[in-house]
């Protein structure tokens, strides 16, 4: 059996997540798993993990790309490995990669170094630009609010205001009500 997976990170991505769909239709997928999610949100794709426990011994999960099934080596390894423990093979068709064979697990193997690696170099682009940017005062970061409402916090815990319910009144989380006090 086919189990084709389609996945978008923002629910306004409905035309990516529509041309998946068709293109795995077309690949001849006999049952889709569909889902908007992050692929950083590892915990919460839940239709991924239907997918991997759906196959069966001789069955193939299809993806368009890389990117929409894995985030890192690490997870990507992960998930292939799962897939092969049942007897099963990922293919992924934007690369024409199909791990039913030693050319295509090597070819996989590759190419999600590779993706990883042009991740890495992104992210450091990004902290380069994000130092350049706060050595030239362009860049100041989130403002602190816990720390602009610190007078507040404390008169209300000098009230008798537990953590919890000063955090909620306030709007902000509880370890930071915890770090404002402990500056008393």
Same mark, same amino acid.
């Given at each position: =059996?086919?189990? %084709? ?6 629910? *306004?991505?409905?035309? %990516? ?5 068709? /293109? ?9 798993? !569909?889902?908007?999610?992050?692929? !950083? ?7 991924? $993990?239907?997918? +991997?426990?759906?196959?069966? /011994?001789? *069955? ?8 929409? +099934? ?7 390894? /992960?998930?292939? &490995? @799962? #897939? ?11 690369? %024409? ?16 170094? !590779?993706?990883?690696? &042009?991740?890495?170099? =992104? ?7 994000? $130092?350049?940017?706060? $050595? ?10 816990? @720390?602009?409402?610190?007078? /507040? !916090? ?5 009230? %008798?205001?537990?953590?919890? &319910? #000063?955090?909620?009144?306030?709007? =902000?989380?509880? $370890?930071?009500?915890?770090?404002? =006090?402990? *500056?008393?």
């Amino acid at each position: =059996m086919i189990i %084709g997976y389609a996945r978008t990170s923002t629910t *306004d991505q409905t035309a %990516g997540l529509e041309a998946q769909q068709r /293109e795995l239709t077309e690949a001849g997928s006999d049952k889709l798993f !569909v889902e908007q999610v992050s692929s !950083v949100d590892v915990v919460n794709r839940v239709k991924l $993990a239907e997918a +991997l426990d759906f196959l069966r /011994e001789g *069955d193939v999960l299809v993806v368009t790309k890389l990117d929409r +099934l894995a985030r890192s080596v690490a997870h990507l390894f /992960e998930v292939l &490995e @799962r #897939i092969t423990t049942k007897g099963a093979s990922l293919r992924i068709l934007g690369m %024409g990669i199909d791990t039913a064979t030693p050319t295509g697990k090597l070819m996989l193997t590759i190419l999600g170094g !590779v993706a990883e690696f &042009e991740r890495s170099i =992104m992210l450091e682009r990004q902290r380069e630009g994000i $130092a350049k940017a706060k $050595a030239e005062g362009k860049y100041k970061g989130r403002k602190p609010t816990a @720390r602009a409402q610190a007078e /507040e !916090v404390k008169r209300l815990r000098a009230e %008798g205001v537990g953590a919890s &319910e #000063i955090a909620q009144r306030l709007g =902000m989380g509880r $370890a930071s009500v915890y770090r404002v =006090m402990g *500056d008393q």
